[in-house]
């Protein structure tokens, strides 16, 4: 596998890629079923790609501690994928979007019942897994499992009256997204053998870092082009899902926004409403003021890595967090 971040230490960047290839031997192997057509229906998304983003946080963190090549490290690497992979097919089925990874969602081919079914079995496949790193990891899986469908419920309901809509969202951010990001730093750090403390400072990077890379989607769902980003753009805006820039934009009190405001209120299932406010919205400087928002979140997660020993490991920590908020795909 390559390697998605800049590691200057050849050492480091050779043991994670070897790693990296173990993490992606095992998950073939884990989204097999005795019915080849779940095979195909569970291997689809998988094999279409992916950056393997939460597995290689667990192998970053677990190099924290003193037994990072543990076989531990590389089954809570396949946990958190493919609890994140199930949660796609979910995804896609409530998101209503055809692309994902540059492929067919899943539904798109098999139709609902077999897209969310998929992501039950990925799902269950993952809890399997879990039990094999003993009874912590499972309370942690379902703790995690909890919040990300919290996060995934709250993003359905409007805030509550008087509530910041901000607020509601980055709530919304840290369940779906921060939740499961926090958690590949903790299973790295505590199965890679690192101290309490440390697994603590870890986890609270993961959960920033995690809803950076929620708001960075955000941003790319409005900046991106499909070949880029492997999904169509402007499905959040279709679906009504509020994101970063556009709650930016919705702040503005400028008179010459009064249009954009006036579509984002309205439809935008229509195709020609929709397209003038993604255009509208590619202008807008709540993108740029949204693309500082998660630069600041990075560097809050970075304040954590503190607690981690100066060197190549915490530079690279501190790398993952900038690919986070500056990535284009
Ligand atoms: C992607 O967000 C969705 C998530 C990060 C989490 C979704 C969570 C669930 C469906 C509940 C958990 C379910 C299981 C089976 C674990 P997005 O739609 O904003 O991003 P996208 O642009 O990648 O579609
Ligand atoms: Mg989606
Ligand atoms: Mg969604």
């Known amino acids: 596998a390559a390697l998605a971040l800049p590691v200057g230490d050849e050492a480091l960047a050779a043991r994670l890629v070897e790693r990296l290839d173990r993490v992606e031997e095992a998950l073939a192997g884990h989204v097999r079923s005795r019915a080849a057509f779940v095979t195909e ?137 921060g939740s499961l990001i926090a958690t590949s730093a903790r299973y790295g750090a505590r199965f890679g053998g690192a101290s309490r403390e440390v697994e603590e400072a870890l986890t609270a990077y ?29 499905t959040d805006l279709r679906e009504g899902v509020p994101t970063l820039p556009v709650l930016m934009a919705q702040a503005s009190t400028d008179p010459a926004d009064a249009r954009l405001l006036e579509l984002l209120a309205g439809d935008l299932t229509d195709d020609d409403r929709h397209a003038e406010a993604l255009d509208l919205l590619r202008k807008h400087p709540a993108l740029d003021e949204a693309r500082a928002y998660v630069i600041a979140r990075a560097t809050e997660a970075k304040q954590h890595l503190a607690a981690v020993p100066e060197g190549s490991v915490r530079d690279a920590l501190e790398a993952f967090a900038d690919i986070v908020a500056t990535r284009s795909s």
């Not at 399997?128 to 899986?141: M, P, S, Y």
């Not at 901000?166 to 709530?171: A, G, P, V």
């Not at 995690?210 to 492997?230: R, V, Y």
Request: aromatic share 4%; with cysteine.
């Open 206 to 234: 993961g959960e920033i870092v995690g809803s950076a890379f929620q708001l960075s989607d955000d941003i790319l769902d409005i900046a991106s082009e499909t070949d880029e980003s492997g999904k169509t753009p402007g």
């Open 41 to 177: 229906t569970a291997s689809h998304l998988m094999e279409a790609g992916g950056k393997r983003f939460r597995p290689l946080l667990v192998l970053l963190a677990a190099e924290v501690g003193d037994r990072p090549d543990a076989d531990e490290v590389i089954t809570a690497a396949c946990v958190v994928e493919l609890t994140h992979l199930a949660s796609l097919y979910h995804d896609d089925v409530m998101d209503e979007a055809d692309l994902r990874r540059g492929a067919d969602a899943a539904h798109t081919r098999w139709g609902n019942h077999v897209a969310i079914l998929t992501g039950d079995f990925l799902f269950s496949k993952s809890s399997e897994l879990t039990a094999e790193l003993g009874a912590d990891a499972v309370k942690i899986q379902a703790q995690t499992f909890t919040r990300l469908v919290e996060g995934q419920i709250l993003e359905t309901v409007a805030p509550q009256p008087g509530e910041d809509p901000l607020e509601h969202y980055l709530e919304v951010v840290a369940g779906k997204t």
